[in-house]
Structure formats: structure tokens, C-alpha cells
């Protein structure tokens, strides 16, 4: 069996491979897809018409039919060799316990058509693979679609996987306009563009003097600049602009007792992997916790029958400020 290998470990080579591999799947996902549409008595060529419009019953009809790994009449994807999943899950998760095979074919399917309306409001759009200086960044060596000088990288599964799988575990119910309103955003960014006539990325206006302060400059950041990279620290290298952990109660599980789902904040999954390694040895010795599951690298499943929300999201969130350092 071949070794698990995440994009952001992957050489300069195995990422150009991965890439290709992604690229030769659009076409045969969004025929999967058309396909799926048919036997289900939908006509694919009416629904898939390339409106942003066409996404809202798309979506609706993708989540009634999500099924998880242990489902009756389900594909587990452990049950099959990994070659079989789509690329950018066998890439991502060296284990999948959610999702059924069948809803990641759906799931490749709607990237591929969701890839196809992009670019054709999008035109300048084009697939690339996100290289970075950091080793960690969470999309290194992901396929991206990017604009002009591809500073802005967009990796078109993560929404739409995320939104199923708290969908299917009932952790948050998805609109059915979720990805039409992704595509909007999407395409609103990628025609952004890096020519003369666009926003410019930052103005600079001399405020003149002030009686206190002295002269002063006003320097305006363009707003996406000014949103997507906002990352303020704290002496412990700890990030102030989202939330730095969240839990939420999966209740009962007949087989596994009760679970908490932690969900760690991005950076903090990739950045700090070996942080959070050491952070569920030691969350395993707690009194009352009888399991700990790294499920991804974001994402930890607890069993405890007297942990609550609170004291786990504080124990998580103590631990994290005091060992995470820039």
C-alpha cells in the first residue's frame, strides 16, 4: 500500500503528478455526475445549464443524497483502494470515515461543473498549483484557481466538502443557495484581476500636520487585503481574528458513547501540527476522557461521558496559547 502523502509534504514532482491527476478528473467527475442525474430520473442538461441559478437545486439534490461510510447500501471508502477516491480526497485525508464513496463521485462532480461556470465568467481564471515560501501554508501544492499573478488561491473542493460533512453529522444545516452564493464570490474575485483599471492594493494620502501628532500619512489597504489578511498576534503567536477553537456536542454514539467534535482554527492545524500531535497525548491522561481521535488536521473527536462544551474548549484553548509560538 502506498504511504499517505498530504499535499503540503509533497515534492516539487509528486505535486506536478497530483496536478495532472486532478486536471485528467474534471471531464469523467462531471460525466459521473451527469450520470448520477440521469438514473435518478433528473434531466442533466436542464440542471446543469451553467446558471449560478442551477447550483440551488443542484446543491439540494446533492445533499438528499449524501450518505455516510457505514451507510446501508454505502461504499465505505476504506473498503477500496485508495486510487479509486477522487484525487484531492486521497490527498487530504489518509482516512475517510464521513463521507460514503458514492457522495465524493457527487462531490467531484459538482467541482468539476462548479469549475466550468467560474471560468466562464471568469475568463482570466486559470488552474495552477499554490506554492508558497511557507512549508505549512495551508494550500501548498493544493490545485488552485487563481488570477493574475496568482497571489489569491482557491481551492474549489474545500467549501463543498465542508458543507457535507457538517450536513451529514448534523452539525449545521447547509442553504440550498450555499455554493450558488460560493460561485458569486468565486467569480467576484477572480475577475478582480491584477490590470492598471482594477482597485489599486494600496493608496497613500498625506493628512498634513497636527498640532499633537505631527504629520501624519493615511494609508488605505485594498479590501480584500485588508480582510483575507488580517492576522493579528499576540505574544504567544496566537491569532485574534477567529475563533481559536470550537465544539460542539455530537451526542450519543451506540458504539463510541458520547463524542465532542473540536474544531481547531486553520492556522492552527497546519501550522502547528506537532502542537496539536502533543496537545491529544496529553488531553488522553484527563480524567474522564476515554478517547481521543485526530480525525484530521483540524478536526479532533472526544469521547468523554462528564467533559462539557465549555470546560473542553477551554482546556483546548489553554493548552494552545501556552505551547503555540511563532
Known sequence: MKRFVHYIDMTKAKSEEAFQEFLGERGPALQRLREALLADGQDPDALLDGSIESFIP??????????????????????????????????????????????????????????????????????????????????????????????GHMFLPRLPVVASVDALRGARESPDDEIADYARALIEQLNRGDSPEDEPLVEVEDLGDD?????????????????????????????????????????????????????????????????????????KWEDGISRVIREDREVLLVATASWSIERLQAWVAGYLEENVRD
Open 211 to 283: 498640532e499633537i501628532r505631527g504629520r501624519e500619512l493615511e494609508v488605505s489597504l485594498r479590501e480584500d487585503i485588508g480582510h483575507e489578511h488580517s492576522r493579528v498576534r499576540t505574544g504567544s503567536g496566537i491569532r485574534e481574528d477567529e475563533p481559536l477553537v470550537e465544539v460542539a456536542d455530537l451526542g450519543e454514539d451506540t458504539l463510541r458513547g458520547r463524542e465532542l467534535e473540536v474544531s481547531l482554527r486553520e492556522d492552527i492545524g497546519h501550522e502547528h501540527s506537532p502542537v496539536v500531535d502533543r496537545m491529544v497525548k496529553a488531553l
Open 58 to 151: 443542484l446543491w439540494r439534490w446533492i445533499l438528499s443524497r449524501l450518505a455516510g461510510a457505514d451507510a446501508p447500501g454505502a461504499t465505505a471508502p476504506g473498503s477500496v483502494p485508495r486510487d479509486v477516491w477522487p484525487s484531492w480526497e486521497r490527498y487530504m485525508y489518509e482516512g475517510e470515515t464521513t463521507l460514503s464513496l458514492e457522495s465524493l463521485f457527487l462531490l467531484d462532480g459538482l467541482v468539476s461543473y462548479l469549475a466550468a461556470v467560474v471560468q466562464e465568467r471568469a475568463p482570466q481564471a486559470r488552474w495552477e498549483i499554490a506554492r508558497h515560501h511557507a512549508k505549512n501554508y495551508r494550500f501548498r501544492n493544493h490545485p488552485v484557481m487563481v488570477r493574475g499573478t496568482a497571489e
